[in-house]
């Protein structure tokens, strides 16, 4: 009996696999050999080519490689009755949904650049909500890089629209017991199992939201080319060029050669954030930039006396998840010092009482620390002095407090850029019950927060190749970003300084925590 099974989880030498039909359970005999092969998944792949052919085959180069529109047209002004209250006061979310509203850019993409805590995902849902409110015949496909953002942006509409409006689109590989109770009255999910509905029930759906791969079974409804009027691409930094086109090509398919793309194209994200995910090095020079980092380099897109065309773009700039301090060296790098913070303070409340800490009103901890790093037998490193020093001082934690709160584990996390670190981490915290608190890798951590971070660099060699040193993929800029824009509140760097000052972007950090009396070389 030959049977298709999937991975569902890979854990240290164990590989767990799950049936797509419950009776090859009751058919096998644990007591005979079974012989597994596997065999890579080519989906996305032949989506891609999909997509080729589609770009090719209706001369789609001006969509992606797009010029201003010298025909400039006034915008009508916009007097909206806003769904989030937070909107009213940030002029940069307000100037990017009246802009989509009206269509400002097509048929070009609209960029919504937002760094991180600026509110990107409260903006897209808002011009959602508003091109609801304002043209109720037109629909709307809303496509993200995973299931995760995909389902965030689900709840938050369902929260806000009518359920009837909203359909969550899901792939077979999807198994039900994932999907969020919320989600799952307005998905295609009958009776544990995904089903696509038939052309006639589908188009009622005024919004569409799925992951950009499965958004081509669109394809075999036959739509007419212009039933969305507007397409979504929400963390268009974190997927491939190809896959981005996907929803594109698609309402392009049924095109004339010529005639001008009907639907207004939004995308949303942060260059400065991680990147596709390109595993095959011969391959990362071809499929390493996203849709929007490359969209960005075009004309529209570019700044012009230091400013962006709001027609094309809008750069969102109010922080609203982080201390001041916190932003400063990702907004000094990355964002040209554009960044503003809007959270209100708390910080003091949570280190007050420490005593051993040199700045006790800073929101920053740069804990030097000379440990040593220790290759597994997986290649894995880990810094055992480091894990030590981080379960010593989250336990201090956990008898502090956020304003009149008590701190709970679940605001408390830990990202390291190694697996190995992690695992032992989890392990260390295990033994004193704080099972809760998240621990991962930066991939992990891209798109949440938490009021306190924790930050395990491990790194206490210096490579050199061709003469210049180096400190690995703990190097990497857009891994760097991440990792130290997670905390809302608190933000405690664990690490060897003379390492990690090898690198600019470290070294930007950690002159700016010694500069204010933040960097403790004796932390237990």
């Known amino acids: 009996m030959i049977q298709l099974l999937e991975i569902m989880e890979i854990t240290k030498q164990k590989v767990y696999l799950s049936p797509f039909n419950e009776s090859f359970l009751t058919k096998f005999d644990t007591g005979n050999n079974v012989d597994v092969h596997f065999f890579a998944a080519n989906w996305s792949l032949r989506c891609c080519h999909y997509v080729l052919h589609i770009m090719f085959k209706y001369n789609l180069v001006d969509l992606i490689y797009p010029k201003i529109d010298t025909n400039f047209r006034t915008l009508p002004k916009s007097d909206l009755d806003w769904i989030h209250k937070s909107v009213i006061e940030n002029p940069e979310q307000k100037t990017a949904v009246c802009n989509i509203l009206n269509n400002s850019a097509q048929p070009a993409p609209y960029i919504i650049f937002g760094p991180p805590g600026t509110g990107k995902t409260t903006t897209l849902i ?18 993200a890089s995973s299931n995760a953002a995909a389902d965030e942006i689900a709840k938050r509409l369902l929260h806000l629209l009518p359920h009837k409006d909203v359909f969550r689109m899901y792939a077979p590989s999807q198994h039900w017991k994932y999907i969020d109770e919320k989600i799952n009255p307005s998905s295609n999910f009958v009776d544990e199992k995904v089903i696509y509905l038939p052309k006639e029930i589908f188009i009622l759906k005024k919004i569409v939201i799925t992951t950009l791969v499965t958004c081509i079974r669109l394809v075999m409804l036959n739509l007419q080319h212009d039933h969305f009027s507007y397409i979504f691409i929400d963390e268009a930094s974190q997927s491939t060029e190809l896959e981005s086109l996907i929803p594109l090509a698609i309402v392009n398919s049924k095109n004339e050669i010529g005639e001008k793309l009907h639907a207004q194209i939004v995308i949303a994200g942060d260059p ?72 209100k303070s708390d910080t003091g409340c949570i280190t007050s009482k420490w005593k051993l800490l040199s700045n006790r009103t800073f929101p920053i901890i740069f804990f030097e620390v000379i440990g040593h790093e220790i290759r597994a037998p997986n290649m894995s490193v880990y810094n055992e002095k480091e894990i030590a020093i ?36 989890e392990e260390s915290l295990s033994k004193h019950k704080l099972n809760k608190i998240t621990v991962g890798t930066v991939e ?54 003379s390492v990690l000052c090898k690198d600019k972007h470290w070294n930007t950090l950690w002159k700016y925590c010694k500069a204010n009396n933040a960097c403790n070389t004796e932390p237990m």
């Open 126 to 143: 808002e011009a959602v909500c508003q091109i609801r409110k304002q043209y109720r015949s037109k629909n709307i496909l809303i496509c």
């Open 272 to 343: 400065h954030q991680l990147g596709p995910i390109v595993r095959c090095t011969k391959i990362k020079h071809l499929f390493g930039k996203s849709l929007l980092e490359r969209l960005m380099e075009c004309e529209p897109y570019q700044k012009v006396n230091n400013k962006y065309n709001s027609r094309y773009i809008t750069k969102l700039i109010r922080n609203y998840r982080s201390e001041k301090a916190i932003l400063y060296a990702s907004n000094k790098l990355f964002y040209d010092g554009e960044l503003l913070c809007c959270k």
């Open 390 to 425: 981080i379960t010593e001082w989250i336990k201090k934690l956990m008898s502090s407090k956020i304003g009149n709160r008590k701190i709970q584990q679940n605001d408390i996390g830990v990202v390291t850029p190694f697996k190995k670190q992690k695992v032992m981490i």
């Open 444 to 497: 992990t951590f891209q798109g949440q927060e938490r009021e306190i971070m924790f930050v395990s660099t491990v790194r206490s060699k210096v490579f050199k190749d061709n003469d210049k040193e180096h400190i690995g993929f703990l190097s990497h800029p857009r891994r760097f970003n991440v990792a130290i824009t997670r905390a809302k509140s608190l933000l405690i760097i664990v690490g060897n300084p």
